[in-house]
């Protein structure tokens, strides 16, 4: 059963003398528990809004949305002690210290300030727990919203964009924490942009455009499925080969220290190209997509001015035109 | 991040729920309690209620029983010497109409209070009543910055969505801030009208006159003050509502400030002077009439009096409880609909 099901969500906001904005359009969506589950999509594409509808922070328009198998937002309350979330900017107050922040939350669910400081350690903060917050680095104040979305010690943590504002390290650091927080059966659902960061840590993800989700399915799927076509190639003789097979047709650009052969269907038919004029190949090997170019593919195509089809929650998607 | 060997984070583990109502009453009153601003404006309340006594102290002065005494004769001469310089008018006046002369009654000892007779000017006991209402004035002013700036802190910095990740049910979660604020704001007005009692009566006792003094109105003078003291306290639950409701509704305590300025130092003064008859329903006038022990008489437009034969303005009575109950239809119609707008809102 999906940890988290969304069926047909609208959301527009509508504003005084502005044009109503459509956030969330017929959105379908399912997250199966346990791993990472990656959620992507541009700036505006409708991530935050469908976070939080599932929160309750804002009202759908139409749909029925569910959490942990109970009707959100009716019975968001029974579910709400089983959900850890950090959504954008971590929330606290600056004039309270990054433990006393916790300790309030500890608070008002009698959660022992034991598991407070417990917390603060794991994510590093222990060293900084007694300074005001709004002397905190981006960085810190994201760690201390992770420490405070653990605490409930979630089934579902859901983080929106936990790498913004951290340097490197600091997003290395997190990396590793949603690896450990995903294989220990925590279920993960991951907003960000931060694409080559989505790729290493989630199992599955869904892409939103324009408010729906137009694709979804393993990485590993949606990866095969964005599969460029192009291959690389390695001479002896660089610049005569590339002279063979331009005039084979094939478009060849310039990798660091090899040719990118584009637009190629069949190997074989590089390797032949080459071998009857005499050149033999050190290298060829298929260059096969990163999840970025496929974003990058399909929100394009899902910018472009036609009905844009959303595949069926799971399912991973045809693949697309070779670029 | 340096992460523990031991994760503290296991779906095996034990999970929570909701928070109880219990729970974020303790959590609400530990952050109302530990507010920078909580503790800066009582301390500096502290400090001008000590400035404020040492004032008392210092322009009052202990009177003796041989003073009193010399006061009182003194008095009991001048009220003597009134009495018969009325008598011999009385009698040299000329007769004008049939029957005896109607010279006016002669002055009592109430109409000539002890201290007037006093070489150094002791704390009265009727000022106990004064000072108690500018107690009860002040803490409801800090009971309004206090409110307001309690939920406007919240919205500035967000802080209130991030609860409602803890608590979903957005009623509740205001329910536990207001449950907190008037309660501690009850507390901390009931004390300042407490610790005021027990001052009062030091000074009087050091500074000021025996409440014997006040001749037949003694014998109810502490109730009497107490119930004072009491309308005093409970104002500060209606400015509290004020502040909370405005500033929940602005998303921002410093509008709240600006919105409650601007009403009381322009709009209900541009209302009195319009329409003078709208008194009764302006919030200063029922603030008043709800301190005031037995209300208070305003005036409104001029109408005709056939008795006095000429126009007048009107007088218009605004008892204890007219004043309780517009002032608290002010606050719950405010608050109402700071709530009635939190639960629909879309919170970003």
């Given at each position: 059963m999906p940890i988290v099901e969304i069926r047909g969500a609208h959301k527009t906001y509508r504003r005084w003398r502005k044009p109503p904005e459509h956030?969330?359009?017929d959105l379908d969506l399912d997250v199966d528990a346990g791993g990472v589950f990656g959620f992507l999509g541009p700036n505006g594409s409708g991530k935050t809004t469908t976070i939080r509808l599932l929160l309750g922070l804002v009202r759908a328009d139409a749909g029925s949305m569910r959490l942990l198998g109970e009707p959100v937002p009716a019975r968001l309350p029974q579910v709400i002690g089983r959900i850890g979330a950090l959504v954008e900017t971590p929330l606290f107050?600056?004039?309270?210290t990054g433990r006393r922040n916790l300790a309030l939350l500890a608070d008002a669910s009698a959660i022992p300030s034991r598991r407070v400081e417990e917390l603060l350690d794991f994510v590093g903060l222990a060293g900084r727990a007694?300074?005001?917050?709004?002397?905190?680095s981006l960085g810190m104040k994201q760690r201390l919203g992770i420490a405070a979305a653990l605490l409930k010690n979630p089934e579902l943590l859901i983080l929106d964009?936990?790498?913004?504002?951290?340097?490197a390290a600091g997003i290395k650091e997190v990396r590793e924490l949603i690896v450990r927080l995903g294989a220990s059966g925590v279920t993960v659902l991951l907003s960000s942009h931060q694409l080559s960061e989505v790729q290493q840590v989630c199992d599955r993800v869904a892409i939103m455009s324009r408010g729906r989700v137009i694709r979804s399915g393993s990485v590993a799927a949606l990866l095969a499925a964005g599969t460029t076509g192009d291959v690389r190639v390695r001479l002896a003789d660089p610049p005569a080969g590339r002279a063979v097979l331009e005039r084979a047709g094939f478009t060849v650009s310039a990798l660091p220290d090899a040719w990118r052969v584009s637009g190629?269907?069949?190997p074989a038919a590089v390797t032949r190209a080459l071998s009857d004029a005499g050149h033999y190949l050190t290298e060829l090997s298929p260059i096969s997509a990163d999840l970025e170019s496929v974003f990058l593919q399909l929100t394009a195509d899902a910018d472009q001015p036609q009905d844009v089809r959303t595949p069926q929650a799971g399912q991973p998607a045809p693949a697309g035109p070779p670029r | 991040m340096t992460a523990t060997t031991g994760s503290p984070v296991s779906v095996d583990g034990p999970h929570t729920s909701a928070p109880t109502f219990g729970g974020l009453l303790r959590a609400e009153t530990r952050r109302l309690l530990a507010r920078r601003f909580t503790r800066v404006t009582v301390a500096l309340a502290l400090v001008g209620y000590l400035i404020t006594v040492a004032l008392i102290w210092h322009n009052h002065h202990r009177v003796s029983a041989h003073d009193l005494a010399q006061a009182t004769v003194q008095r009991d001469q001048v009220i003597a010497e009134i009495t018969r310089s009325i008598e011999q008018d009385c009698q040299q006046a000329p007769s004008t109409e049939p029957g005896p002369v109607d010279c006016g009654t002669p002055p009592s000892a109430?109409?000539?209070?002890?201290?007037?007779?006093?070489r150094y000017r002791p704390l009265s006991p009727g000022q106990l009543d004064d000072y108690a209402l500018a107690v009860g004035v002040a803490t409801a002013m800090l009971a309004f910055l206090l409110a307001g700036t309690f939920i406007g802190a919240e919205w500035s910095t967000k802080n209130l969505v991030a609860w409602l990740f803890w608590e979903p049910r957005r009623l509740r979660v205001m329910a536990a801030k207001l449950v907190v604020l008037l309660g501690c704001v009850l507390a901390f007005a009931l004390l300042a009208q407490a610790v005021w009692l027990g001052t009062g009566k030091l000074l009087l006792h050091y500074r000021g006159l025996p409440?014997?003094?006040?001749?037949?109105?003694?014998?109810h003078f502490w109730t009497h003050l107490m119930q004072a003291q009491l309308r005093a306290a409970l104002l500060s639950l209606v400015t509290a509502l004020l502040g909370f409701g405005l500033a929940s509704l602005m998303r921002n305590s410093a509008a709240a400030l600006g919105v409650a300025f601007v009403y009381f130092a322009v709009v209900e003064n541009v209302v009195r002077g319009l329409?003078?008859?709208?008194?009764?329903?302006?919030i200063t006038t029922n603030i008043a009439a709800w301190v005031a022990e037995h209300g208070i008489t305003v005036y409104g437009k001029l109408a005709y009096d056939p008795q006095q034969g000429y126009f007048t303005p009107r007088p218009i009575h605004i008892s204890n409880l007219h004043g309780a109950v517009v002032m608290l239809l002010f606050a719950a119609v405010v608050t109402g609909a700071a709530l009635a707008v939190f639960r629909r809102r879309d919170l970003s």
């Open positions: 956030a969330v359009r107050f600056p004039n309270f007694g300074d005001r917050v709004k002397g905190y964009e936990p790498g913004n504002g951290l340097d190629v269907s069949d | 109430e109409e000539f209070p002890i201290e007037q007779f006093l409440v014997s003094t006040l001749g037949p109105k003694a014998a329409n003078p008859n709208l008194q009764p329903y302006l």
